[in-house]
């Protein structure tokens, strides 16, 4: 793996996008969708400090527990730099379950998009992906459709997170929370202005590992981002706690070369 600068997509895109969701529950026939309105930010250091950025924005989420459905919105600006996630989907064999996902970002001029759509009923997933890398600002694109097997759950990272606070979740037999999300699929020594000619999507795992507070009665998750950033550390992975109704609250990211991401959300 690339102890390289990665692209600022790969270190941005999962922890701007890991912001949750509502305790949900059944709610009686004809009421009204449960909608939320969050404030969260992101201090982002790279290089030991050299470049640092600061978002603010706002997480909207509408889920109607009566149809089933949810979309969340997550639009952040700072001095230069912004983002917009969105996502929005359906009940779909006992948990929540992306239809589609669509994000950009923005660092300093370099843009990226992503247009994410799951059909179920052909169990595959449409990826379309187009970035710059963060030096200089090579374009990497990809266009794939990724078959899911059969009895194989795939999420974004937003319904990965709802399925969480809604104990949708079900933890494998040694504790942890597996599932997949789609992804660009890079070598595994791809630098910061590595381009290939032709990329592939993939579905990537996505674990968490999770100990609960019994002071607090919050949870502490650790994720592996190795599969998602060249900058991820091996040895250390990164820390996310999640609030006594199981909603995201803050998160800590430690990666190569005195960089680090972190997420706080104001989950009151």
Same mark, same amino acid.
């Given at each position: 793996?690339?102890?390289?600068?990665?692209?600022?997509?790969?270190?941005?895109?999962?922890?701007?996008?890991?912001?949750?969701?509502?305790?949900?529950?059944?709610?009686?026939?004809?009421?009204?969708?449960?909608?939320?309105?969050?404030?969260?930010?992101?201090?982002?250091?790279?290089?030991?400090?050299?470049?640092?950025?600061?978002?603010?924005?706002?997480?909207?989420?509408?889920?109607?527990?009566?149809?089933?459905?949810?979309?969340?919105?997550?639009?952040?600006?700072?001095?230069?730099?912004?983002?917009?996630?969105?996502?929005?989907?359906?009940?779909?064999?006992?948990?929540?379950?992306?239809?589609?996902?669509?994000?950009?970002?923005?660092?300093?001029?370099?843009?990226?998009?992503?247009?994410?759509?799951?059909?179920?009923?052909?169990?595959?997933?449409?990826?379309?992906?187009?970035?710059?890398?963060?030096?200089?600002?090579? /374009?990497?694109?990809?266009?794939?459709?990724?078959?899911?097997?059969?009895?194989?759950?795939?999420?974004?990272?937003?319904?990965?997170?709802?399925?969480?606070?809604?104990?949708?979740?079900?933890?494998?037999?040694?504790?942890?929370?597996?599932?997949?999300?789609?992804?660009?699929?890079?070598?595994?020594?791809?630098?910061?202005?590595?381009?290939?000619?032709?990329?592939?999507?993939?579905?990537?795992?996505?674990?968490?590992?999770?100990?609960?507070?019994?002071?607090?009665?919050?949870?502490?998750?650790?994720?592996?981002?190795?599969?998602?950033?060249?900058?991820?550390?091996?040895?250390?992975?990164?820390?996310?706690?999640?609030?006594?109704?199981?909603?995201?609250?803050?998160?800590?990211?430690?990666?190569? /070369?005195?960089?680090?991401?972190?997420?706080?959300?104001?989950?009151?």
């Amino acid at each position: 793996m690339s102890r390289k600068v990665p692209s600022r997509r790969e270190f941005l895109t999962l922890p701007l996008a890991l912001i949750l969701a509502p305790l949900i529950g059944g709610r009686p026939a004809g009421a009204a969708p449960d909608a939320r309105k969050a404030k969260y930010g992101a201090d982002i250091s790279i290089l030991y400090g050299v470049l640092t950025y600061r978002l603010e924005g706002t997480m909207t989420e509408t889920v109607d527990r009566g149809t089933g459905q949810y979309e969340v919105a997550i639009v952040g600006e700072g001095d230069g730099i912004a983002n917009r996630v969105e996502s929005r989907g359906t009940l779909w064999q006992g948990r929540w379950a992306p239809l589609q996902t669509r994000s950009f970002f923005s660092v300093k001029g370099r843009e990226s998009r992503s247009d994410i759509t799951y059909d179920y009923a052909r169990r595959s997933v449409a990826y379309h992906f187009k970035g710059e890398t963060f030096f200089l600002r090579k /374009l990497r694109v990809a266009d794939d459709v990724v078959p899911i097997p059969e009895g194989m759950y795939v999420d974004d990272t937003l319904s990965a997170t709802l399925n969480y606070t809604d104990q949708l979740w079900v933890p494998q037999a040694d504790g942890t929370y597996l599932t997949r999300i789609v992804r660009r699929k890079r070598p595994e020594n791809e630098g910061a202005d590595d381009v290939q000619q032709h990329y592939k999507a993939e579905l990537a795992p996505f674990t968490l590992k999770v100990v609960p507070d019994a002071s607090t009665g919050k949870t502490t998750a650790h994720i592996d981002l190795t599969r998602f950033s060249s900058w991820a550390k091996q040895d250390q992975p990164g820390k996310i706690t999640f609030d006594t109704a199981r909603r995201l609250e803050n998160m800590s990211l430690p990666m190569m /070369l005195g960089t680090s991401v972190q997420v706080r959300i104001a989950t009151g």
